[in-house]
């Protein structure tokens, strides 16, 4: 079976600092990884996507995320935090050969003037 | 914006009534999704469709029926609502089945008492 591993519920950052939030999958064949936003009240949309082109994909907001093979993660990074970021984030994964999305149980990133 | 409507966005219920949820999207996506989220599950695939008429089941579909009978319209229902079916429920499109993006409606939160 398929999961996402989403390491720490809760991550803090000081505004203007690096922001990195983990996901692990595990899958036994190449995947199709995402990460979504989710603003209070509102549905998730995508803040990038890997789909086995480069390893470090570049999506909206200066956000940025590198699939590691080896390591099975594909953590998401910011190089500094603005206070509009603070948000619920998901990590999710999918299969070609799959019926569905597996999706983490979410970070909530708090941004801290 | 993707042009995804959910109604009600709330509703309050008693155990053991109907409830019907209805997406509604403007995008002519061939792939519709109803998901769940609540605390610590993350999003929970409950049904999804491929086509007018053509349904599957997601990993909690028990107690969810689903129906498309245009390509606009998704609906979901809770034959007999229980207060374990409180939650938000979050309807989905995309046009590539689970290898592309989703996008996603703002939410129907629904509370059964």
């Known amino acids: 079976a398929q999961s996402v591993t989403q390491l720490g519920s809760h991550v803090s950052v000081s505004e203007g600092a690096l922001v990195l939030l983990r996901c692990n999958y595990s899958?036994?064949?190449?995947?199709?990884l995402f990460w979504y936003v989710q603003y209070p009240n509102q549905g998730l949309q995508l803040l990038l996507k890997?789909?086995?082109?480069?390893?470090l994909v570049k999506g909206i907001n200066g956000f940025e995320a590198e699939f590691k093979k080896s390591e099975t993660s594909f953590h998401l990074t910011k190089p500094s935090a603005h206070m509009s970021d603070a948000a619920e984030y998901f990590c999710?994964?999918?299969?070609?050969?799959?019926?569905?999305?597996?999706f983490g149980t979410g970070t909530s990133l708090t941004v801290i003037p | 914006d993707a042009g995804i409507t959910q109604s009600p966005r709330h509703k309050v219920t008693e155990t053991g009534t109907p409830v019907t949820l209805r997406c509604h999207q403007t995008?002519?996506?061939?792939?519709m999704y109803w998901y769940r989220q609540d605390p610590g599950h993350g999003l929970r695939l409950i049904h999804y469709?491929?086509?007018?008429?053509?349904?599957d089941k997601g990993e909690v579909s028990d107690g969810y029926s689903v129906s498309r009978s245009k390509t606009e319209d998704f609906l979901l229902t809770l034959e007999s609502a229980t207060s374990s079916q409180t939650s938000v429920y979050f309807c989905?499109?995309?046009?590539?089945?689970?290898?592309?993006?989703?996008?996603f409606g703002e939410g129907s939160r629904l509370t059964v008492l």
């Open positions: 890997y789909t086995s082109a480069a390893t």
């Open positions: 995008e002519n996506h061939r792939y």
């Open positions: 989905a499109i995309s046009t590539r089945g689970f290898t592309g993006e989703l996008f």
């Open positions: 999710a994964v999918s299969l070609s050969t799959g019926n569905q999305f597996y």
């Open positions: 899958s036994s064949v190449p995947p199709y």
């Open positions: 469709s491929y086509g007018v008429k053509d349904t």
